[in-house]
């Protein structure tokens, strides 16, 4: 065993998370590679799995532009229902997929 095999053999044992897997993806445009290198450098120290796995997180299970959106819709709606003197509504939470939820206080 080479000297470089020995090395990417501890890299590979070091660095690699237990639960890691690999993923290799093709086709992708340059500038896409570009400033996905370049959010993972600023944003993960070039950690790519980590930057992968916070755009998942938060761009396709729960993107954080609908959260606010919800959030501006709620807000109105509570303005509007004091503007009506509706105060007989129960406290809602609504959900990503725009359905409203009861929330109970907690005593």
């Not at 290198?37 to 997180?57: I, R, S």
């Not at 959030?71 to 709606?77: D, T």
């Amino acid at each position: 065993m080479t000297d470089e095999e020995k090395i990417e053999e501890i890299k590979h044992k070091v660095f690699r998370h237990p639960d890691a897997d690999s993923l290799l993806i093709k086709r992708i445009p340059k500038e896409a590679v570009k400033q996905f290198k370049q959010f993972a450098n600023e944003h993960f120290v070039g950690d790519y799995g980590f930057a992968f796995k916070w755009m998942v997180d938060n761009l396709l299970v729960e993107d954080s532009r609908f959260i606010e959106l919800y959030a501006i819709l709620e807000k109105h709606e509570e303005r509007l229902n004091s503007l009506q003197n509706v105060k007989d509504q129960p406290p809602f939470k609504r959900m990503l997929s725009g359905r409203k939820i009861v929330v109970s206080p907690i005593e």
